[in-house]
């Protein structure tokens, strides 16, 4: 199958108004393309263009392509007038299968046959999103990390009927984009990144439930201590460095052993109401009043300064990254 050149791309259709939704269209228009976006509920406009006006400030920090405007975004809850004259098609729209299954069926008859659709999806297969989409070659997952626009991220994998060459594509036009793509060797559940957050979200409420760290303890831990390290060095890479002229095999060879405890002591932990309301209670404490959207605006200026800091010593992203292979 030969899919529309990746440069020629103008028009691109983002479909739902949800914060990812959202957040894909301020950053496709931020990259100076014409948006249109697909609505399912018309109400929800309003909601939707907070969204999308929120984002904006960031990414004008972060600094516009050429041309890029608020003004080159339409919005729609026609379908067919959302995706017709789209070059690339972002989908965003609840993770509820039936309801990707069902508008995948629409989006297989409705557009053009050489245009890219990727879903947004966090938790769910390609090869079940696309079971009822009569072109599901060109179908792909493009998962982005939240919040869309200012994160580099996205990872993409096919289904079983994907077309590789859909693959690539989308992961040349997410670079072009100034997007990282990582495109994964095979579909597993919660991709790469989503899988290791999981690691750690597990970790944190097991110490909660076993009273041995409070939510601000884990917290106050992650920021001052991996969080800034991780903007800059993975956990393979910091390990390396942190042994010194062995690097990795050192590594594994000194404290490997000693590794298989913690690796394997815990299993999921139970979530109970204490557990639940010890978190619950201990987020509210260090939110301390603060609405979810200013703490979600302090996020985003801090991410832009973090951003900026990294671009200085890594050159912005998509530019000199490691691309990925497709499998
Ligand atoms: N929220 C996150 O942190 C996050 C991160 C990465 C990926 N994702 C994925 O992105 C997608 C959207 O996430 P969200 O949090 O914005 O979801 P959401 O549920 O907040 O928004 C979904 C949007 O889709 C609209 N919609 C409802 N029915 C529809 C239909 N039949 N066709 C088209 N649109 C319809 C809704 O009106 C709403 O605007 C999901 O697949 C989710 O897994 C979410």
């Known amino acids: 199958m030969t899919f529309r050149d990746v440069s020629q791309v103008r028009r691109i259709a983002s479909i739902g108004g949800g914060p990812i939704g959202g957040g894909w269209t301020a950053f496709f228009l931020s990259?100076?393309?014409?948006?249109?976006?697909?609505?399912?509920e018309p109400a929800e406009e309003p909601a939707f263009r907070s969204i999308v006006e929120t984002a904006w400030q960031s990414l004008v920090e972060l600094g516009l392509a050429p041309g890029a405007s608020l003004d080159r975004l339409?919005?729609?809850?026609?379908?067919?007038?959302?995706?017709?004259?789209?070059?690339?098609?972002?989908e965003?729209?609840?993770?509820?299968?039936?309801?990707?299954?069902?508008?995948y069926k629409s989006?297989?008859?409705?557009?053009?046959?050489d245009v890219i659709i990727s879903s947004s999806t966090s938790g769910l297969t390609m090869t079940d999103i696309q079971r009822d989409c009569s072109t599901p070659g060109r179908t792909v997952v493009g998962h982005p990390f939240n919040p869309p626009y200012l994160l580099a991220l996205v990872e993409i994998v096919g289904g079983d009927r994907t077309d590789p060459q859909a693959v690539g594509w989308a992961?040349?036009?997410?670079?072009?984009?100034?997007?990282?793509?990582v495109v994964l060797n095979r579909d597993i559940p919660g991709f790469i990144a989503t899988r290791l957050q999981e690691a750690l979200w597990r970790e944190a409420l097991h110490m909660v439930a076993n009273g041995e760290a409070t939510p601000e303890q884990i917290d106050t831990a992650l920021i001052n201590g991996p969080g800034p390290r991780l903007a800059l060095m993975g956990q393979c890479m910091a390990f390396h460095v942190a042994c010194g002229e062995g690097g990795m095999a050192t590594n594994l060879d000194q404290f490997g052993p000693a590794l298989k405890l913690p690796w394997t002591r815990l299993q999921a932990p139970e979530l109970t109401k204490e557990l639940r309301d010890a978190m619950v209670e201990g987020c509210d404490g260090m939110a301390a009043g603060r609405h979810f959207e200013?703490?979600?605006?302090?996020?985003d200026r801090g991410l832009v300064a973090i951003l900026k800091a990294v671009r200085d010593v890594h050159g912005p992203a998509g530019d000199n990254h490691r691309e990925e292979e497709t499998p």
Not at 74 to 90: E, M
Not at 171 to 181: A, E, N, S, T, V
């Open 294 to 299: 200013e703490l979600a605006r302090q996020r």
């Open 74 to 90: 339409s919005i729609t809850s026609d379908l067919g007038a959302a995706v017709g004259d789209a070059d690339f098609v972002q």
């Open 171 to 181: 992961r040349d036009f997410y670079l072009q984009c100034g997007k990282q793509p």
């Open 31 to 40: 990259r100076g393309f014409d948006v249109t976006s697909y609505l399912h």
């Open 92 to 103: 965003s729209a609840p993770e509820i299968l039936n309801v990707k299954q069902a508008l």
């Open 107 to 113: 989006l297989g008859e409705i557009v053009p046959a």
